[in-house]
């Protein structure tokens, strides 16, 4: 089965959602052949070019929603770090050191429902600069309108983050200060002004491989063009704090059959990547990846791009720059 649907989505026919599950459904004893599927297909419409992008958190704490695995939520007991929007300087800084590490993507991210109109004007002097520094522009702000990703478009945002985190049916369950459609509103919004949307889930809270394959479906009828994959890594002071991170094998799963169901898209690996994996972390392109996050995440610890760039070598893969 697991060879006949690489056969399959190589010729250009899709998985239906019956078909996904039946493929997640496959034991362990099967996941060297998905694993290897899932490469081939990475392979055969990407090639063996990775694309790295960071992030810098512009904008830290206290957070009016309740979002379960968030540490920066101001419902949570984390402590995490509070300030204000970081400005443009400080934001540049990142981002060139992030350049020099072979960063092809380059976003930055504020905590909250959205920004006000100061620091959206804030945020947008800032794409402007890191546009004229040659990077890829992306921001990740919330949810904001029309019009707001317009004024972000027009000074220089070319991709637009909203992780939709989960599937709708599970969506409830982790947060309850907006809703499932508000993200869908964004996302379209974006997409209808030409803006390219980044948008996947955070794998590890609770959700059934039901889910998983629904938010799968979700992102691939809205045609988004990179799905990040998060796994969780539960925070002290999280409403999520009581969960055990995903095994190894699973986190790889999801990726595979991630591959599997949006074969021509960015599958990027984010938050958790060390966490959850551990030294097995390489095995992320092995199992169908194209893109990864490197250096930190938003409150927790990631790779430098110089190790993330020894991995490549290793790994017989090369950065993508172009």
Known sequence: MIKEFESRIISGMPLTK??????AANGPETLHKLFSAAENIRKFFIGNDIEFCAIVNAKSGGCS???AYCAQSSKSRSGVKIYPFI?????????????????RRFSIVT??????????????????????????????????NID???????????????????????FPSICSTHGYREKIRTIESALSIGLSVCSGGIFGMGESWRDRIDLAFTLRDLDVDSAPINFLTPIKGTRLDHLQPLLP????????????????????????????LGDRHPMIFRAGADSVMTGNYLVTTGRTCQDDLKMLITEGLQIRNG
């Open 18 to 23: 019956e078909e996904a599950s039946r493929l």
């Open 65 to 67: 929603e309740d979002c």
């Open 87 to 103: 400005g443009k300087d400080a934001v540049m800084s990142q981002a060139l050191e992030a350049r020099r590490g072979g960063v």
């Open 111 to 144: 905590s909250g429902k959205k920004p006000g109109k100061k620091d959206l004007k804030a945020v947008a002097k800032s794409l402007e600069e890191i546009k004229k520094a040659g990077l890829g522009v992306c921001a990740s702000l919330g949810l904001l």
């Open 148 to 170: 707001e990703l317009s004024y972000l478009r027009d000074h220089g945002l070319e991709r637009y983050h909203n992780n939709l985190e989960a599937s709708e049916h599970f």
């Open 249 to 276: 094998d699973e986190a790889l799963k999801v990726i595979s059959i991630f591959r599997f169901i949006l074969p021509k898209k960015e599958i990027r690996v984010c938050g958790g990547r060390i966490q959850t």
